[in-house]
């Protein structure tokens, strides 16, 4: 049971350059997340996906794309790589216990992708 | 807008030193208020989940508490391998949005042997 995978671990572009950076969980979680942590910002959200084909925006959304196409991935794509996105992300995922008093479980990190943009 | 703020910054304990790490929070109707641990190079690791002021959890060192305005992180008689940086973090009230959280800026914990 790996839990979540991040990769690459390391990654360095050059402004206007485009990547994606891979998550994936093998714990069958619903929820999965995106999160950038930045020196003093604390941990800020960019996208998150409630389940397989539903996406939605977090708190600094620009920049990146996301989809979830399957339960397992949800890639985050940079489409024009700035200095500003040079950050560590970490994506995240949880459950929901069924029922109408449903909670999530906490979320379940995986260890980063340190990103640095010239 | 939910917001939450730890104090303090970093804190410098000597091995067995006893201290409490604060975090304030502003949400509108709390569902539940983490705390996870995050050595260098990592990410965070989960610690605790509170949902209601009055409640208490411990583990080892550590317990945490709540009340309807803060929650405090106490570490009892530390050992240097408590060093590492305290996250808190408060989930998003709606619920349609799933497991949203908010998180502080941290509190980096050093203990000296």
């Known amino acids: 049971n790996a839990g979540v995978t991040q990769t690459p671990k390391f990654q360095v572009l050059k402004t206007g350059q485009s990547m994606t950076l891979q998550c994936a969980q093998d714990?069958?979680?619903?929820?999965m997340s995106w999160y950038r942590q930045d020196p003093g910002m604390g941990l800020r959200l960019i996208h998150y996906?409630?389940?397989?084909?539903?996406?939605d925006q977090g708190e600094v959304p620009n920049g990146y794309n996301v989809s979830r196409s399957t339960t397992e991935d949800f890639p985050l794509r940079l489409l024009s790589a700035a200095p500003s996105q040079t950050s560590v992300y970490f994506c995240?995922?949880?459950?929901?216990?069924?029922?109408?008093?449903?909670?999530?479980?906490?979320?379940?990190f995986g260890n980063g992708t340190r990103l640095t943009v010239t | 807008e939910d917001q939450v703020t730890q104090s303090p910054e970093a804190l410098r304990l000597q091995e067995g030193e006893s201290s409490s790490l604060n975090c304030s929070y502003t949400?509108?109707?709390?569902?539940?208020l983490f705390w996870y641990r995050q050595d260098p190079g990592k990410g965070p690791e989960f610690l605790f989940t509170?949902?209601?002021a009055g409640e208490e959890k411990e583990k080892e060192r550590l317990k945490a508490t709540l009340t309807k305005k803060e929650s405090f992180l106490h570490i009892t008689a530390p050992k240097p391998e408590d060093s590492a940086t305290y996250l808190c973090?408060?989930?998003?009230?709606?619920?349609?949005?799933?497991?949203?959280?908010?998180f502080g800026g941290g509190t980096r914990v050093l203990v000296k042997p």
């Open positions: 995240a995922s949880s459950y929901s216990s069924p029922g109408r008093a449903a909670k999530f479980s906490p979320l379940h």
């Open positions: 714990m069958n979680h619903e929820y």
């Open positions: 996906s409630v389940g397989a084909g539903i996406t």
């Open positions: 949400v509108s109707g709390l569902r539940g």
């Open positions: 509170l949902y209601s």
């Open positions: 973090a408060v989930q998003a009230p709606i619920k349609a949005a799933g497991n949203k959280l908010t």
